[in-house]
């Protein structure tokens, strides 16, 4: 890896560090458990990374390391945004029916 | 690799690679954002399920990859094994799944850095070394740790903290020598022995370190578990010179490492304390000997009484009642409170639960609107003018001790103040004490009246005695 590659891959991670401080900071404790599977769902982008492995054909073992990394991330990314869809639908306001009592969160 | 492609057909390829990655980048930013309130949260998912979509068919583009057998066939094994679970879980199984998920995503980043080291004979320059080492390191220790964190949810092995002597000491040489290893494979590259060496080590780490840890700690495991798997997929893209890898790993590392900080200040402890001070072991549960007076049983028809004839109840839902699967009786109890026309609310502190959240999302399951649900400080002001709080299978949340006795093992700890509520009520499964083994003072307060039993069993019953009062 060459340093100008190594350099430009640091500034895109610290300006992510910041990004996802500020983001998440906002999201209230109430979607704390949507939260965690959602960030999971979406670090299962390593997928990316295990597919080019799988196919690439390097060596029998990389292929067998591959095709394993793409099974463990699959299962992640489908199950996470499964689950978290789930999870969100379930989050409801007060029926319209009832006495408006209690704002939100 | 043949040169099958014409070079404008490999510019056009690439591009449309980078540029998938950079709108699912974009795409996880955008949903991650909506999850600041439910009402944009469902949608902010969709971009980012998209997003996901893009990246994986721009990869499915890279010139590197000569057969698709390996890929498709782990990709359709994946989607069924993950479809299955997140159908199928229940919510309550919530903290179980996510270890597992943390399993599975850090071990396919150890995997790909152990490949991408192998495929080179360990010939790597020193910043890939670096890079492949933090990704192998942290994959490894996260699988493990991760696995132990799902058996002692599940059950399968006890949820108490595992402690010996020299304990700290061990497991800090082990980790010691772990990067000592990683240090001089930067310096001196090429051992595959010494690489699988730390690999190993690394595993077997992730397995010391999550067993001093009591089940009363784990949200804080859980998010630090999380941060680390994120982490190991960011340093996966280091390894792979790969932005969207980057960017979504740093985004779940930084996420993990918030909500542990949050979990550790909603406990008043520090970082270090929850990971090697074994809270819940032995030598802390032998102090806090001595007893003020009697816990008071009430009858079941009394506390009907007292919440059909109230102005306002507050619940207070603590793991108890995750696992007597209470939760849709509590919303019952609630309805039929509501019907009579008393204000229903529920007071939920970040650390209920085994993880961060894992209240609300029960209590959501079992269809209670979220605009009901208060967190700590919002609700701390309103115990005053509570008629009844109702406390359910919840213990440290709830104790006194915290803010009132200064020598106690959680002083200073925020606690929902139930006892400043005009009366409490305290459904218990039996006498004993708290997963801490801390004895609790509310119990034996005039306030307060305990009822005994399986939460969800007396919680029906006390929708049919309120009906009739």
């Known amino acids: 890896m060459s340093a100008e590659t190594l350099i430009s891959a640091l500034y895109v991670f610290a300006l992510a560090a910041f990004l996802g401080y500020l983001v998440i900071s906002r999201v209230p404790p109430l979607l704390h458990t949507p939260l965690m599977s959602a960030t999971n769902a979406i670090s299962g982008i390593s997928l990316v990374g295990s597919i080019v492995t799988a196919g690439a054909d390097y060596n029998t073992v990389s292929t067998i390391l591959g095709f394993t990394a793409v099974f463990c991330s699959a299962t992640n990314v489908v199950g996470g945004f499964v689950i978290t869809d789930r999870m969100l639908r379930m989050f409801k306001r007060k029926p319209a029916g009832q006495k408006a009592e209690g704002k939100k969160q | 690799m043949p040169p099958l492609l014409s070079s404008s057909e490999t510019t056009v390829r690439t591009y449309f690679i980078e540029l998938s990655y950079l709108l699912a980048s974009i795409l996880f930013i955008l949903?991650?954002?909506?999850?600041?309130?439910?009402?944009?949260?469902?949608?902010?998912?969709?971009?980012?399920?998209?997003?996901?979509?893009?990246?994986?068919?721009?990869?499915?583009?890279?010139?590197?990859?000569?057969?698709?057998?390996?890929?498709?066939?782990?990709?359709?094994?994946?989607?069924?094994?993950?479809?299955?679970?997140?159908?199928?879980?229940?919510?309550?199984?919530?903290?179980?799944?996510?270890?597992?998920?943390?399993?599975?995503?850090?071990?396919?980043?150890?995997?790909?850095?152990?490949?991408?080291?192998?495929?080179?004979?360990?010939?790597?320059?020193?910043?890939?070394?670096?890079?492949?080492?933090?990704?192998?390191?942290?994959?490894?220790?996260?699988?493990?740790?991760?696995?132990?964190?799902f058996a002692k949810l599940q059950g399968l092995v006890r949820g108490t903290p595992l402690t010996y002597k020299g304990q700290n000491i061990f497991n800090m040489a082990l980790l010691a020598t772990t990067i000592g290893i990683f240090v001089y494979l930067i310096i001196v590259p090429g051992s595959l022995p010494l690489f699988f060496a730390m690999a190993g080590l690394a595993f077997l780490f992730g397995i010391l370190l999550v067993m001093p840890i009591g089940a009363a700690d784990m949200p804080v495991v859980m998010s630090l578990l999380n941060s680390y798997a994120g982490l190991a997929s960011a340093a996966t893209g280091f390894v792979l010179s790969n932005k969207v890898l980057i960017i979504a790993g740093t985004l779940d590392g930084f996420s993990g490492f918030i909500l542990s900080v949050l979990m550790c200040r909603a406990m008043n402890r520090s970082m270090t304390n929850v990971l090697f001070g074994a809270?819940?072991?032995?030598?802390?549960?032998?102090?806090?000997?001595?007893?003020?007076?009697?816990?008071?049983?009430?009858?079941?028809?009394?506390?009907?009484?007292?919440?059909?004839?109230?102005?306002?109840?507050?619940?207070?839902?603590?793991?108890?009642?995750?696992?007597?699967?209470?939760?849709?009786?509590?919303?019952?109890?609630?309805?039929?409170?509501?019907?009579?026309?008393?204000?229903?609310?529920?007071?939920?502190?970040?650390?209920?639960?085994?993880?961060?959240?894992?209240?609300?999302?029960?209590?959501?399951?079992?269809?209670?609107?979220?605009s009901s649900l208060?967190?700590?400080?919002?609700?701390?002001?309103?115990?005053?003018?509570?008629?009844?709080?109702?406390?359910?299978?919840?213990?440290?949340?709830?104790?006194?001790?915290?803010?009132?006795?200064?020598?106690?093992?959680?002083?200073?700890?925020?606690?929902?103040?139930?006892?400043?509520a005009k009366s409490v009520v305290v459904l218990k499964r039996g006498q004993g004490k708290g997963f801490s083994g801390l004895e609790n003072p509310l119990f034996f307060k005039d306030v307060t009246g305990m009822l005994y039993g399986d939460a969800k069993e007396t919680l029906t019953r006390l929708v049919q005695a309120v009906q009739q009062a």
């Open chain 2, 31 to 149: 949903g991650l954002k909506g999850l600041s309130h439910p009402e944009t949260a469902k949608r902010g998912m969709h971009l980012a399920e998209f997003g996901m979509l893009m990246a994986i068919v721009g990869t499915l583009m890279h010139l590197e990859i000569i057969t698709y057998t390996w890929i498709i066939l782990g990709l359709v094994l994946g989607s069924l094994v993950g479809l299955a679970m997140g159908l199928w879980v229940p919510m309550t199984a919530m903290p179980q799944r996510t270890a597992l998920s943390h399993a599975f995503g850090a071990f396919a980043a150890a995997l790909v850095g152990i490949s991408e080291f192998y495929r080179h004979g360990g010939h790597v320059d020193k910043v890939t070394m670096g890079a492949i080492g933090f990704e192998v390191m942290l994959g490894a220790l996260t699988t493990t740790g991760s696995l132990l964190a």
């Open chain 2, 279 to 370: 809270f819940g072991s032995a030598a802390i549960s032998g102090k806090a000997g001595e007893q003020q007076g009697e816990m008071r049983e009430v009858g079941l028809d009394d506390i009907a009484v007292q919440l059909a004839y109230a102005n306002k109840v507050v619940f207070v839902p603590g793991y108890g009642m995750a696992t007597a699967q209470a939760q849709h009786a509590v919303r019952e109890l609630a309805d039929t409170l509501e019907k009579r026309g008393v204000t229903v609310k529920y007071g939920i502190h970040p650390v209920a639960g085994r993880m961060p959240g894992h209240m609300n999302v029960l209590l959501a399951e079992a269809n209670v609107p979220y």
């Open chain 2, 374 to 420: 208060y967190e700590l400080e919002q609700i701390n002001p309103e115990f005053p003018t509570t008629d009844v709080a109702v406390v359910i299978g919840a213990n440290d949340v709830v104790n006194p001790d915290a803010r009132d006795n200064p020598g106690s093992p959680i002083a200073g700890m925020p606690i929902l103040e139930v006892d400043r």
